[in-house]
Structures are given as structure tokens and as C-alpha cells.
């Protein structure tokens, strides 16, 4: 009995199992799919076009901000200082005082250097407040009164030459006269050199005057760019020597953008487009600049080539030295194709889409690009026209039915067909 027992109930699993084998099988999601006919209850979906978009090309960087300006400013004249007017992160413009230096041996060496060239001038004659050129050697007095000397003894000359010939003047008087005419020649070149020489220390006491001028205006040290103090080298009461630094300024507004960029963007970056940054000081602001300088060569270790940009600072929130994040933005494409975030999987690495035809989905492969908000590029794989799954696409697979899920507010459903796929452009759209 047991055995007879045994034998009728593996034979009714065994119909029971034939008879499944005709039915349908579940398919993804709990759905079933069609057995031979490959029919079964259809994927309810939403749908969406393939849809256009504008893309804003960009290309990574990352840099330093510098100061385009940078000076070191130092004494030109020796001296004990007396004031410094300025402070770290002091703000000043062109031509501020900065520090003073004691000036009072600058203006000892001054006046001595003007008394030395007064008397040059008065030696030729020369009214300072009239005129400072130097006369013709001929206006010079010392030159006149030699000259006339040397007339009034060629005149005497001549006449005891003429009265030696008739024999009214002796001979020792004529040659007197004669020693008299040389005498005054020699004195008239004499004078001339003089004042050749007089026009030559003329020069140098007049540069030695400037310079005295200039060394007792260098005491009073100024700002040559406008821009903030980075440093403060000296303090009241030190004496320095020429050419010791005294402050330091950086040029704050605008600042230097300076970065490289890879040689495969070398053909998109060019002089005049904008730059995005953010640094880590101001996480939630964005900063701009434009590319102004573009290295026309790339560096042989890196395989970059140097890209310069300004950035303007007027609130001075940048300061030289800080670290910057961000891109260059190089061209702007219209018209891409691109599709919803909800309409892609991706699954280790691959994207694909489900393409609606015919009331039946389509797996179909892309290649993704830039994203925009909740779009995404599609650089391949789609020819535009396509009407795209963004529903339940874990239950879907290529040849699986589908339907278009009921919208809220909606007639009715059209059944999955060849126009169902329209109708999602259609809404889509609007």
C-alpha cells in the first residue's frame, strides 16, 4: 500500500509541473511574461522625448592668486628715521608718504652745494632768475676787459710800428710795445680759458645741486604703486643706509590668476574668456576673471602650458596667495540631445536607455556627457526622435510591453501602441 501510495503522488507533481510549463512565467517585478508568443501583462511606464539642450563647455583648473605688483621699497639716502606712517595691511595710493628720515644734514649738504654754484654763476654772470644759460665767452666781463686790453695794445702797436718807420720812435720803444700786444693776447686766451672752465664747473655744480635737492626729497620715502603693506621692515629712531628696505606693498585690485592647463585644451583657450572660481576661504560665493596672458609654449615635464588671468578685487576679499578651484568657460553648444537623470541606468560603467516602439521597450546603450541640472548630455547611442521609459525601468528589458501610467488629472490611459509613444512627446513638451 505504501508503495502505490508513493508512486500516485510523484505522479500528480509530475502533471502538476507539465502543466505550469504551458503557463506564463514571472517575469521582472512580479509581471509575467509571454511564453512562446511572448504575450503577458505590459510594464506600466512614464515616458519622455529625447529633449534639447545649451551646454557651456569648461575646462578644469586650479591655481594660485598672485599680485600682479609686487615692490620692495627701499631707502635711497642714509639717514635716522623719524616717522613711519604705515602698518601691516595698511591701504595706500600712489605717492603716500610712508616714512620720514631726520633730514637735517640732507639740507646742511643742500645749502652748501647752492653756495658753491652761486659763485660759479656770478663768475660768469649769470642772473638765476632771469636766465640760467651760461653767456657767450664775449659777454663774460673777465673775457671783455681782456679783450679790450689786447685792442687797446694792438692799437698802441700799430702806432709805434708807423712812427719806427719815419723814425720818430725808437726801436726799444716799438718792441715795448710790441712784448705789451703779446702780453694782452695771452691774457685775452687766458681769460677765455678761464671761462671755458667756469662753464665746465658750472655742470657739475649744478648736478651737484640737484643731487643735494634729491637726496634731502628722498628723506620723505613714497608709495611708487597704490596697493596694501605686506611688510613693515623699520621703526622710528633706527638709522639706515642707502638702499635698505623699508616696507613692502602688494597691488590688491586687480589680482593674477596663474595655472596651466593640459595640452590637450591648448586649441580651446584663448585670451577674453571668463574664468569661474571658488577658494576655500569663500566656499559659497563664486569669484570671475578673463584669461589675459596665454603661454605660446608647453612645458616639456608637465605637458602643460601657462595660462594667466585677472580677477578683480575691489571688496578685497582675495588675497595673493590663496588657492583657486574652478574652470575656464570656453564655448557654449546648442541644441545637444540630452535626456532626464530618471531615464538613464547605468550599470558598471555602461548607460543605457529604454527606447519605446511599438508599445515595446528597447534597451538601447549611450554615452553620456555634461549634466545640467536634472538633464544629461547624450554624445552617442541616440538620434533624437526616440521617446525614452522613466519609470520602472528595473522591470523593463528588451521586447517587454509596456502601458503609460495614469496621470493624475488624466482622461484615461491610451493602451501601449505605436501612438502611445507620441503622446508622452506631447506632454513632454508642454
Known amino acids: 500500500m505504501s508503495i502505490r501510495l508513493v508512486i500516485v503522488v510523484a505522479a500528480t507533481l509530475a502533471a502538476s509541473a507539465c502543466g505550469n510549463t504551458s503557463g506564463q512565467a514571472a517575469g521582472p517585478g512580479g509581471g509575467r511574461v509571454g511564453g512562446r508568443g511572448g504575450r503577458g501583462a505590459a510594464v506600466a511606464t512614464e515616458t519622455t522625448p529625447v529633449q534639447r539642450m545649451s551646454v ?6 586650479s591655481g594660485t592668486l598672485l599680485s600682479p605688483e609686487q615692490a620692495k621699497i627701499s631707502s635711497e639716502v642714509a639717514g635716522i628715521i623719524r616717522e613711519v606712517r604705515v602698518q601691516l595691511g595698511t591701504e595706500v595710493k600712489a605717492g603716500d608718504i610712508l616714512v620720514r628720515l631726520e633730514p637735517s644734514e640732507l639740507k646742511f649738504a643742500l645749502e652748501r652745494a647752492e653756495s658753491a654754484l652761486r659763485q660759479v654763476e656770478a663768475q660768469l654772470g649769470i642772473d638765476r632768475a632771469q636766465d640760467k644759460q651760461p653767456p657767450a665767452d664775449e659777454q663774460v666781463a ?41 702780453v694782452t693776447d695771452a691774457n685775452y686766451q687766458a681769460a677765455l680759458d678761464t671761462v671755458h672752465s667756469l662753464k665746465a664747473s658750472l655742470q657739475d655744480r649744478r648736478a651737484s645741486y640737484e643731487l643735494a635737492q634729491k637726496k634731502l626729497a628722498d628723506a620723505v620715502i ?5 596697493g596694501s603693506i605686506s611688510e613693515r621692515l623699520v621703526q622710528p629712531g633706527e638709522f639706515i643706509r642707502e638702499n635698505t628696505p623699508v616696507a613692502t606693498i602688494v597691488q590688491m585690485s586687480p589680482l593674477k590668476l596663474k595655472t596651466a592647463i593640459q595640452e590637450k585644451n591648448a586649441s580651446l ?19 570671475t576673471g578673463r584669461i589675459a596672458y596665454v603661454s605660446p609654449s608647453v612645458d616639456q615635464a608637465t605637458r602643460t602650458f601657462a595660462v594667466e588671468a585677472m580677477v578683480d578685487n575691489t571688496d578685497r ?3 595673493p ?3 583657486a578651484k574652478g574652470v575656464v568657460l570656453t564655448s557654449v553648444d546648442e541644441r545637444v540631445l540630452a535626456v532626464p537623470e530618471d531615464a538613464v541606468s547605468t550599470l558598471a560603467g555602461v548607460s543605457t536607455v529604454y527606447v519605446i516602439e511599438n508599445g515595446k521597450a528597447r534597451q538601447q546603450q549611450i ?13 552617442s547611442g541616440l538620434k533624437g526622435d526616440e521617446i525614452l521609459a522613466t519609470a520602472n525601468l528595473n522591470q523593463l528589458a ?33
Do not use: H, Y
Open 321 to 323: 596667495g590663496f588657492f
Open 56 to 61: 557651456q563647455r569648461e575646462v578644469d583648473l
Open 367 to 379: 554615452s553620456l556627457g555634461a549634466r545640467q541640472n536634472t538633464l544629461v548630455e547624450v554624445t
Open 142 to 182: 673777465s673775457v671783455r676787459q681782456a679783450m679790450a686790453n689786447r685792442d687797446d695794445a694792438k692799437a698802441a702797436f700799430e702806432r709805434a710800428e708807423s712812427l719806427n718807420r719815419r723814425g720818430l720812435l725808437t726801436r726799444a720803444d716799438r718792441d715795448t710795445a710790441d712784448t705789451r700786444l703779446k
Open 269 to 287: 583657450i584663448r585670451p577674453g574668456q571668463t574664468v569661474e572660481f571658488d577658494v576655500e576661504a569663500f566656499l559659497d560665493r563664486k569669484f
Open 398 to 430: 528588451t521586447g517587454v510591453s509596456v502601458k503609460l501610467a495614469r496621470a493624475a488629472g488624466s482622461a484615461a490611459d491610451a493602451a501601449a501602441g505605436p501612438g502611445s509613444g507620441r503622446g508622452g512627446l506631447r506632454g513632454a513638451r508642454q
Open 222 to 226: 613714497k608709495a611708487p604703486v597704490a
Open 317 to 319: 576679499q582675495l588675497k
